[in-house]
C-alpha cells in the first residue's frame, strides 16, 4: 500500500485544514487508518485513527472535539479534518495504514504503511 499526503499548509490561530491521504494498492478497506503528527525535536504522536469499516474512531486529547477523521472506501482515501487549529499543532502530519490491536493503536510502530508527510503550520 502507498500512501499519499496532501493539503497541508499556513493557517492563522483558530482557522481550518482539511488533509487528504490517497491510498494505492489492494484491500484499503481492510486496513485501519490513521495520523500521526511529528513536530521539529519531538517524538511522532498518535493523532486520530478510524477503524476499517469506519464505525470507530479514536483521538489524542490533545484534538479531540476539533478534528475529525474520515474515510471513503470507496476513493481509498482518509481525511482528517482539522477546525480550531492552534499554533501547538504545528507539525509534519503523516498517515499511516494498518491492523493495530485495540491497545496499540496509538502506537507508531504498529502500524505497516507510512506516507511521506505534509507539514501544517499555525501562526500565532
Known amino acids: 500500500v502507498q500512501l499519499q499526503a496532501s493539503g497541508g499548509g499556513l493557517v492563522q490561530t483558530g482557522e481550518s485544514l482539511r488533509l487528504s491521504c490517497a491510498a494505492s494498492?489492494?484491500?484499503?478497506?481492510?486496513?485501519?487508518m490513521g495520523w500521526f503528527r511529528q513536530a521539529p525535536g519531538k517524538e511522532r504522536e498518535f493523532v486520530a485513527t478510524?477503524?476499517?469499516?469506519?464505525?470507530?474512531?479514536y483521538y489524542s486529547d490533545s484534538v479531540k472535539g476539533r478534528f475529525t477523521i474520515s474515510r471513503d472506501n470507496a476513493k481509498n482515501t482518509v481525511y482528517l479534518q482539522m477546525n480550531n487549529l492552534k499554533p501547538e499543532d504545528t507539525a509534519v502530519y503523516y498517515c499511516?495504514?494498518?491492523?493495530?490491536?485495540?491497545?496499540?493503536?496509538?502506537?507508531?510502530?504498529?502500524?505497516?504503511?507510512w506516507g511521506q508527510g505534509t507539514l501544517v503550520t499555525v501562526s500565532s
Open positions: 478510524i477503524r476499517a469499516n469506519g464505525g470507530y474512531t
Open positions: 494498492g489492494p484491500s484499503f478497506s481492510s486496513y485501519t
Open positions: 499511516t495504514a494498518g491492523r493495530p490491536i485495540l491497545s496499540a493503536i496509538r502506537t507508531p510502530q504498529t502500524y505497516l504503511y
